[in-house]
């Protein structure tokens, strides 16, 4: 009998802590997946950046240098050496003019002055022996003297019909063709510098004072929404009545030839003389509402929503003025399902 109770005895002790076994393992699973459980999301790390507070205008994208090409003649073109639209250089002939009468009186011209010279130097021979009066001589000398200054003339006439590109640029669509009659006064086609553009915008009458010759001006353009430099380089003597604002010019670098005048521009006009500290963030970071805009900080495992105010922003990178401090971790992804205080976890961090 004692037997048969010390077995049921060991059995119950057994199956007790078989269940006491089982009970801790769900329980061990189930923190497991409690754990586990958070939102993935990447995040970022907020970095500082310095920035200038701008007063930001539009502007337009002008030419350095435009002329209109025309002809000092009344010419027929024997020829256009240029295709609408090409780059020149300083010098290029870009119209030839026809100048086979000019040839003609520089040839016949030629012929009396070889005679005006050679009586000039026999009268001069023969004054040396007072054969002839000295107003002899005087006269054949002016009368040489007048045909070389009218065969200059003439030259200059000949040159005139090489009507040249005056600098380095690109030249319009040519509105005259070979054959055609041009006049002076005629506009024939346009050139205008390249390789550097002027950048045109008015500065209102409360920043006048901070404008100096080789002050620097940021610039954005419709394809383009990297800040672009330009220099300034002069300002109008007054300030507009009707906008009581004043006329800016910059130089700008157009080396590769991107920008085109005429183009728009959004110009960025510093206003502080100091440059002040704020935090870049990517641009999918910022959550816009009715409200302003806010990120979600990656905090003790939670989502926390936070306001911040922005300066800046482009299509990648937003300017935070304030709301985060450097090294904050910001969330960068998952943002339309993860809401204030929700458990995330971190997926991966990125730069």
């Not at 240029?82 to 780059?87: A, E, N, P, R, V």
């Not at 404008?211 to 383009?224: A, E, H």
């Not at 003597?237 to 521009?265: C, E, Y």
């Not at 935090?279 to 302003?292: D, H, L, Q, R, Y």
Request: proline share 3%; aromatic share 6%; glycine share 6%.
């Amino acid at each position: 009998m004692k037997t048969y109770l010390f077995k049921r005895t060991c059995l119950l002790l057994f199956t007790v802590a078989f269940f006491y076994s089982c009970s801790e393992k769900e329980k061990n699973n189930t923190t497991a997946s409690s754990d586990n459980s958070g939102l993935p999301v990447d995040i970022t790390i907020a970095k500082s950046d310095n920035y200038s507070q701008n007063e930001i205008v539009a502007g337009s994208i002008i030419a350095n240098r435009f002329v209109e090409i025309n002809s000092e003649l009344s010419k027929k073109i024997n020829s256009v050496n240029f295709k609408d639209g090409s780059t020149v250089k300083m010098g290029t002939v870009l119209y030839k003019l026809e100048d086979g009468d000019i040839k003609a009186k520089i040839q016949q011209l030629q012929a009396e002055l070889d005679l005006a010279s050679l009586n000039e130097q026999r009268l001069a021979s023969l004054l040396k022996t007072e054969s002839v009066r000295r107003e002899e001589h005087d006269i054949a000398v002016a009368k040489k003297n007048a045909l070389l200054a009218h065969k200059q003339l003439l030259q200059d006439e000949l040159s005139k019909t090489f009507i040249r590109a005056p600098f380095d640029g690109i030249v319009g669509i040519s509105k005259v063709f070979t054959g055609s009659y041009v006049t002076p006064g005629n506009s024939l086609t346009t050139i205008q510098e390249q390789r550097i553009l002027k950048l045109q915008f008015h500065v209102s009458e409360k920043y006048v004072t901070l404008l100096k010759p080789g002050m620097i001006v940021s610039f954005t353009t419709v394809d383009r929404n990297d800040k672009l430099k330009a220099t300034v380089v002069s300002t109008d003597v007054a300030l507009s009545n009707d906008t009581r604002s004043i006329l800016v010019h910059a130089l700008i670098s157009n080396t590769n030839g991107h920008l085109r005048p005429g183009m728009s521009a959004k110009v960025f006009f510093a206003t502080n003389k100091t440059d002040r500290i704020g935090f870049s963030v990517p641009t999918e970071a910022v959550v816009p509402s009715e409200k302003g805009y806010s990120v979600f900080l990656f905090s003790k495992g939670t989502a926390k929503l936070q306001p911040v105010e922005i300066i800046d922003r482009t299509d990648n990178d937003v300017l935070i003025k304030s709301g985060i401090k450097q090294g904050d971790s910001i969330l960068i992804s998952n943002l339309l399902r993860v809401s204030n205080g929700m458990p995330v976890q971190i997926a991966s961090i990125k730069q």
